[in-house]
Structure formats: structure tokens, C-alpha cells
């Protein structure tokens, strides 16, 4: 994983200390700097030249887009703010995320993950995964991504089917799917990743979508764009 460096920005004292507790908790990630206004904010970017940056939208001097918009090297950006409304605005100049006042360390975990991936991608990191932190029998245990068959998206988390034993993980899907090693799996479902090496048979189905049989002996259904994935990769499907 790359380090990442990252600056606050945010007019309010006790918001700001919040954050860098927050951000502590990523290891990989270093907050070289903060400011308590958009003015000293902009000065302090063009400086540093973070990979990402904390703003408020809000503040004396410079509004946190405002900031963004005059910046020549413009970082990974995520808003802060106490109005939702203002989330509408911040995506506009392309904010990785935003995030509503108060925030606890759930919603900035998601947060991080998306910063993380962002950071993955720009540095040309496509190993991916080897392993996977699942639960079972109430405990939380590693298991290695070449034991898996597939994956079935359910809400925030996701079935993990090995040869013989089904385990969750808490993960959506589109995450995992980013995070996976580069030509292992397929997702051929919105709801169903599978693993390329244990595909068995694809049988068209005569509608665009096909039938695709694995090697523990379950059958998927794949969408559209899962058949046209597969027909790329195995000339088939």
C-alpha cells in the first residue's frame, strides 16, 4: 500500500481535532498539515501538494470549492460539511466523497476505502487481494483468494463460497470487485463474481445472457454485460 499524504482544512477547532482522530486510524495514511480558513488552506496545498485533501465548504476567506477551483495540482478531495444539501455542489467539482457533520468512524472508514482504492490506481497497484477476512462460527478468520469459487453480493455484505464451505464478509461487492487480483474472477452478475480458473461451462441461453456452471457443481446466470465479459475472456458465452 502507498502512503498517502493528506491536509485538513476546516475553520472549526473541535471538527478538525475530530478528523485527525479519525484519520489516525489509517496507518498508511499522514496528515502533513492543517489550516483553519480557505485562504491559508490554498496557500498550504499549493505547498505541500497532499494527495488528498479534508475541506470544509464552508469557511472564512475561501469556500472549500472555491479552494479546489484555483488549485493548478488539485489532490483527492473530500468535502466536510454540516449541510447535506451541500453534497450536490461538492460532487460537481469532483469530490472523491463528502462527508455530513456529525461522522463517526463507520462513515469514515467507507471514506478511506474509497481514498485508499484512489491512491491504489494512480500508483499502478493491481496485485490485488490474497487474502480475505471473513466470519465464521463467530469468530473473524483469513482466508486465501485462490480457495475461493465466487462471491454473492447480499447488501453490505457478501456470501464467500469455497469447495465446500460458505463464509461472509463485510464488503459490498463494487468494493470487492476493485480489490480483487487482476484476471482471477469475473463478475458476471451484479450479485455474482466468480472465479475464471473454475468456470466448467458457459451455455448461451439465447437472449444475450448465459448459464455458467462451475467447478463445485453450482449454476449462475449470467447478465448481459456478464455474457459479453465472458465471451471476451473464453471467446464464448
Not at 16 to 30: K, N, S, V
Not at 98 to 122: N, Q, S
Request: proline residues 3%.
Amino acid at each position: 500500500m502507498v502512503r498517502c499524504r493528506a491536509v485538513v482544512v476546516e475553520d472549526e477547532p473541535l471538527a478538525r481535532r475530530r478528523l485527525g482522530e479519525l484519520l489516525a486510524d489509517a496507518e498508511w495514511l499522514e496528515v502533513v498539515g492543517e489550516a483553519a480558513d480557505g485562504t491559508t488552506g490554498l496557500d498550504l496545498l499549493e505547498r505541500l501538494t497532499p494527495d488528498v485533501a479534508f475541506l470544509d465548504v464552508a469557511m472564512p476567506g475561501l469556500s472549500g470549492i472555491e479552494l479546489v477551483q484555483r488549485l493548478e495540482r488539485k489532490p483527492l478531495v473530500v468535502y466536510t460539511t454540516a449541510h447535506a444539501e451541500h453534497a450536490v455542489a461538492a460532487f460537481g467539482v469532483a469530490a472523491i466523497d463528502y462527508l455530513v457533520k456529525p461522522f463517526g468512524r463507520r462513515r469514515m472508514g467507507e471514506t478511506l476505502e474509497r481514498i485508499r482504492r484512489a491512491i491504489d490506481r494512480r500508483s499502478g497497484s493491481n496485485d490485488g487481494l490474497t487474502e480475505l477476512a471473513v466470519r465464521h462460527r463467530g469468530a473473524t478468520i483469513p482466508i486465501s483468494i485462490d480457495e475461493i469459487v465466487r462471491f454473492e453480493g447480499r447488501d453490505d455484505y457478501v456470501g464467500v463460497y469455497t469447495a465446500g464451505q460458505r463464509y461472509l464478509a463485510t464488503i459490498r461487492l463494487a468494493e470487492l470487485d476493485e480489490r480483487l487480483p487482476n484476471g482471477k474472477f469475473l463478475r458476471i452478475h451484479r450479485s455474482h463474481i466468480v472465479s475464471a480458473a473454475r468456470i466448467r461451462a458457459i451455455r448461451p441461453d439465447g437472449t444475450g445472457r448465459a448459464h455458467v456452471t462451475l467447478a463445485d457443481g453450482t449454476t449462475l446466470r449470467a447478465s448481459r454485460a456478464g455474457a459479453a465479459a465472458l465471451r471476451r475472456r473464453f471467446g464464448a458465452g
